[in-house]
Structures are given as structure tokens and as C-alpha cells.
């Protein structure tokens, strides 16, 4: 998995929250427009991977596949 995208599944437990909009997730990718570009495509296929619930109005949640994958993010990468 590559940093961005254990970034964006980060992003929950840094902002403690259990549904973030999509321009919280933007800001995984900083002041940098490429990277935020690839914070959106990285958002698209973590809900086709069953990682991300879209809520709608760009809202997602964690899936309980996605807390596992961020869990292991963390326990590898502590904060």
C-alpha cells in the first residue's frame, strides 16, 4: 500500500471521526493539486475495494475491511 492511500485510511482516526467528506481527505495530499488528484482516484478505488462507504454528499466511512487495513497502518507506522 502505498503512503498516500495509508494516509487517506488514516485520516479517520487523525481527525477522529467516523465519516469525513472529501475535502478533509484532500488533505492528504497537502497544497499539492497533483496529489490531491490522486487522493480522489484513491478514494474511488478504496470504495471499489469495499475499504470506503460513499454516505453521499462526498461523505465516506471506514469499512470494517477498511478499519483492519488502517489498523495495520498504524500498528506498522505508529503516529
Known sequence: ???LTREVLGS???WK???LDLHTLFEAGGNDPDA????FDIVERLVKEGLLEELGN?????TE???AAA???SD???F
Open 1 to 3: 500500500m502505498d503512503e
Open 65 to 67: 475491511k477498511g478499519r
Open 36 to 39: 490531491r488528484t490522486r487522493v
Open 17 to 19: 471521526k467516523d465519516a
Open 71 to 73: 489498523e495495520m497502518k
Open 12 to 14: 479517520f482516526a487523525a
Open 76 to 78: 506498522r507506522n505508529p
Open 58 to 62: 462526498d461523505f465516506y466511512s471506514l
